[in-house]
């Protein structure tokens, strides 16, 4: 009778108040969990940075007073060059950290959060 009641159950197990875990039980949850490191912020401000560099530069590509916009010849041309590579580089960067979230989760933190800024930047 006393195993059914909640009190006894609770007799059975051996718990007392105020009991904590053992650290070793603690450790092997965190560790099957993926706690034992905390997240890096350096993939995500590199990824601001980057990608508000990018979104500025594409932006300036259709500006027509922009050092390299429209009609401002080998310079400008490359510079539109170089942010249509970024942009496709940052895009295939995002396919490629959402493809490989497990085993790279940095890749994905820097990848979405670059592709976020210059979406960001290229549309304000």
Known sequence: ?????????????GWEPGARPRPELIDRILDH???????????????????ALLGLLLKGM?????PWGAGTGFF???I????????AAA??????????AKSNPELLQFASINL?????????
């Open 1 to 13: 009778m006393s195993g059914k009641s909640f009190e006894g159950q609770v007799s059975r197990m």
């Open 33 to 51: 969990h993926g706690h034992d490191a905390g997240r890096d912020i350096g993939p995500s401000l590199l990824g601001v940075a980057l990608g």
């Open 62 to 66: 259709g500006l027509d007073g922009s």
């Open 76 to 78: 400008g041309d490359l």
């Open 80 to 87: 539109g060059a170089l942010a249509l590579g970024g942009f």
């Open 91 to 100: 895009v295939l960067a995002a396919v490629l950290g959402a493809m490989r």
């Open 116 to 124: 976020l800024t210059v979406l960001i930047v290229y549309l304000v």
